[in-house]
């Protein structure tokens, strides 16, 4: 049996110098540049910011780990990938700066597993090398993200597919080089069986961003990153079609399931830097003559802060070695990586409100970061589903491994249990031969 909570030597040291390069190098960023889209615009000062950086990744072997060497990458697996997702979720910027950020890093595994040559010379290449950005549009307006009432079509017409329809917060729409979009193709059967993706070049004709949104309130209205984008009859060529026609589904999970993941590991980051932040509050900030720190209250606060993180650390990391371990998304991979999801949220909200309230004020303030580690937690609440559908996929596969009781009473019934065991053990009690009589 192979079991161990230890991280190779060799890794270890890579981890301790990504730790390092991004409290020094990468964090400072997210002081300087507080624009919506500063860590995934080509175009934006942060871009010649993150350039030397990016340089010194690339000279460590770490540039894009996630995906495999024919791409340029390291073909880590994903407990290496979650280890170090967990240091680079303490910047918005370290993603970015590694070559891993979201949606770039799920969509270039897609042009590599279903884009023409073509398609991989003029956008997969550009992207690898973080030149340039793109989007993945799946939500609509109204049907949010269940893909049963999706509206938004493609019709085949010759050489050409015609788009039309809405979709709503296409990530990164606003300066992206092309969209990958969810469309339904088969309004006829179920739709994991009539959806496609279809790749969309910037600027195709038909293709209109009606306004730009952002996460959160501290953002003028207009200035987000995420499309509300209609589509009028946009044509693009046929083989712009990624997989087969009706496979949509089936190319996502090439992108969905390892970022789910990486998400949860990003959080742990999170998590980890506002319990670092609460530890050197109360050992700094006195309250009735003594440190707060010696309150019988902030201990407990910090005991189940400490506790909750680890739990859900290893889960995710458990998650990630199932992954590595399959090769393949089963139910049992699937169970998990939807409990994580749905699991992230919670732990997130209770651990940095814990944190906001021993640091006082301040913590409510934008004199910290835990404000906006607070204000994105509804977005991890929804970002790759909502948590409740998460939860109904975790409860309906706990759920395949039991069975109904046949009889009147629960099997685990006490009373019948009891006599079953009398009639094995019974006789080994004194005056048994009464109880037997």
Excluded at 213 to 235: K, L, M, S, W
Aim: aromatic share 8%; proline share 6%.
């Amino acid at each position: 049996m192979t079991w161990s909570f230890e991280t190779d030597s060799d890794f270890q040291q890579e981890l301790d110098w990504i730790e390092t390069f991004t409290r020094e190098e990468i964090e400072p960023l997210d002081l300087v540049f507080r624009g919506p889209g500063d860590p995934w615009d080509p175009d934006s000062p942060a871009a010649a910011a993150m350039a030397p950086l990016r340089e010194k990744v690339k000279e460590r072997g770490l540039w894009a780990c996630h995906l495999g060497p024919e791409l340029g990458g390291g073909g880590y697996g994903q407990v290496k990938l979650g280890l170090m997702n967990e240091i680079l979720g303490r910047s918005r910027f370290g993603p970015s700066v590694f070559g891993c950020q979201a949606p770039d890093s799920g969509n270039a595994e897609i042009l590599a597993h279903f884009g023409t040559p073509e398609q991989k010379a003029k956008y997969l290449q550009p992207l690898l090398d973080g030149k340039i950005a793109s989007c993945y549009s799946m939500t609509e307006p109204q049907a949010g993200s269940d893909p049963a009432e999706f509206t938004c079509t493609a019709t085949r017409d010759g050489d050409e597919w015609v788009i039309n329809g809405e979709k709503w917060f296409a990530s990164h729409a606003r300066f992206s080089e092309f969209l990958l979009v969810m469309v339904v193709t088969n309004p006829d059967v179920p739709i994991h069986e009539g959806a496609s993706i279809i790749l969309v070049e910037k600027g195709t004709p038909g293709m209109n961003i009606l306004r730009n949104t952002a996460v959160g309130p501290f953002v003028e209205q207009g200035d987000g990153v995420h499309g509300y984008i209609r589509f009028e009859n946009c044509r693009v060529p046929a083989d712009h079609l990624l997989g087969k026609e009706g496979q949509g589904f089936l190319v996502a999970q090439t992108r969905l399931g390892g970022g789910r993941v990486h998400h949860a590991m990003r959080s742990v980051g999170v998590l980890k830097k506002a319990m670092d932040m609460m530890c050197e509050r109360v050992l700094s900030r006195t309250t009735k003559g003594e440190l707060l720190a010696t309150k019988q209250m902030t201990q407990d606060k910090i005991a189940d802060t400490y506790t909750q993180i680890l739990q859900y650390r290893l889960h995710v990391l458990y998650t990630a070695w199932l992954i590595d371990k399959y090769k393949e998304y089963n139910r049992e991979v699937r169970k998990e990586i939807a409990a994580i999801k749905a699991a992230t949220p919670k732990v997130l909200q209770e651990c940095i409100y814990r944190s906001m309230q021993l640091h006082g004020s301040i913590g409510v303030s934008d004199e910290t970061p835990l404000m906006t580690m607070w204000a994105n937690i509804p977005e991890l609440g929804m970002v790759d589903g909502p948590s409740e559908v998460h939860k109904v996929t975790v409860a309906r596969t706990i759920l395949r491994d039991y069975e109904a009781s046949p009889d009147l009473f629960p099997s685990y019934h006490t009373h019948t249990q009891r006599q079953q065991a009398m009639k094995k053990y019974g006789h080994y009690l004194p005056g048994s031969e009464l109880l037997q009589q």
